[in-house]
């Protein structure tokens, strides 16, 4: 499970990378958002985010359960 941790962490991440290389992306768009107090699109950043961060940990919890037969979910 850390694993989906790690790669949420590192799309959420690239707002640092995108902000210090100019690079155009949702990290940018979340950081000039808050720059400039764009509450939707504030709103809609994290939104996406959050589903990204939630995706990635099913996906892992729906893996982990394939790969190791022993995993039973109730």
């Given at each position: 499970?850390?694993?989906?941790?790690?790669?949420?962490?590192?799309?959420?991440?690239?707002?640092?990378?995108?902000?210090?290389?100019?690079?155009?992306?949702?990290?940018r768009l979340a950081f000039d958002a808050i720059n400039?107090?764009?509450?939707?699109?504030?709103?809609?950043?994290?939104?996406?985010?959050?589903?990204?961060?939630?995706?990635?940990?099913?996906?892992?919890?729906?893996?982990?359960?394939?790969?190791?037969?022993?995993?039973?979910?109730?």
């Open positions: 499970t850390f694993s989906s941790l790690l790669l949420t962490g590192f799309i959420t991440g690239a707002v640092v990378t995108e902000t210090i290389f100019s690079i155009p992306g949702l990290g400039n107090n764009d509450f939707p699109i504030m709103v809609g950043t994290v939104l996406v985010f959050t589903a990204m961060y939630v995706f990635f940990n099913f996906v892992t919890d729906v893996l982990y359960a394939y790969i190791d037969p022993r995993i039973r979910y109730a």
